[in-house]
């Protein structure tokens, strides 16, 4: 079945740092891709997505591209500011699956 | 627009007790689809509706069930609560359509049910 691996966090870093966070995926076909954000205390927020190969989604300076020969999605910010502290989850759906599947999630804490 | 709202948002039940939660979809989305979120295991499936229709299921025991009213409103039931029940309980909603495949869910902000 679909799944998703993300790197294991947490990660910790200062204002105005680069982030990265990786993403793999294993799914039959060719499936949508999303970056989701959860703040304490709330839901999940869809930051970006991706429907097709090479498709580069980007959302509040964040960026994450579709890379089919790496099956994979990185997500990337050049400046992280405090207010970037949360929760990241990638996820995917495949055609008439109906559910996304998600990673493990990635704690982020950015320090002033 | 309105987000998708969920009911009640603090849920405190005994062990083999049963639980409804209610989720509201964002105004014209039809289908409806159900998370558990826990520490442990993440982010899991439930099940999904659209126009009153379970169209997939998650792997879930038979005690896990919802429902979708002809509103798009739905419920999830869980009957003969156990410990391991205690999470948060996520509804998202979503726009379908012919063209557009990338299914899109927004989520609501859940019930956190606890078992004790």
């Known amino acids: 079945g679909d799944s998703v691996t993300q790197m294991e966090g947490p990660v910790t870093l200062s204002e105005e740092a680069f982030l990265t966070i990786n993403c793999t995926y294993t799914?039959?076909?060719?499936?949508?891709l999303f970056w989701y954000v959860q703040y304490p205390g709330e839901g999940l927020q869809l930051l970006l997505k991706a429907t097709k190969a090479d498709d580069k989604g980007s959302n509040k300076g964040f960026e994450a591209t579709y890379r089919k020969e790496t099956t994979s999605f990185h997500l990337e910010k050049g400046s992280v500011q405090v207010s970037d502290s949360a929760v990241y989850f990638c996820a995917l759906t495949s055609l008439n699956d109906y559910k996304l599947s998600f990673g493990a999630g990635t704690t982020v804490t950015v320090r002033a | 627009k309105a987000g998708v709202t969920q009911t009640p948002r603090y849920l405190i039940k005994t062990r083999g007790q049963q639980v409804t939660l209610s989720c509201s979809p964002i105004s014209g989305h039809r289908s409806v689809s159900w998370y558990q979120q826990t520490p442990g295991q993440g982010l899991q499936f439930l099940f999904e509706y659209f126009s009153e229709t379970q169209r997939n299921k998650g792997n879930f025991p038979g005690r896990f069930s919802g429902r979708q009213f002809s509103n798009s409103r739905s419920e999830m039931n869980v009957s003969t609560l156990e410990l391991g029940d205690s999470a948060l309980y996520l509804c998202?909603?979503?726009?379908?359509?012919?063209?557009?495949?990338?299914?899109?869910?927004?989520f609501g902000p859940g019930t956190r049910l606890t078992v004790t």
């Open positions: 799914a039959t076909g060719y499936p949508s």
């Open positions: 998202a909603s979503s726009l379908p359509s012919g063209t557009d495949f990338s299914y899109e869910q927004y």
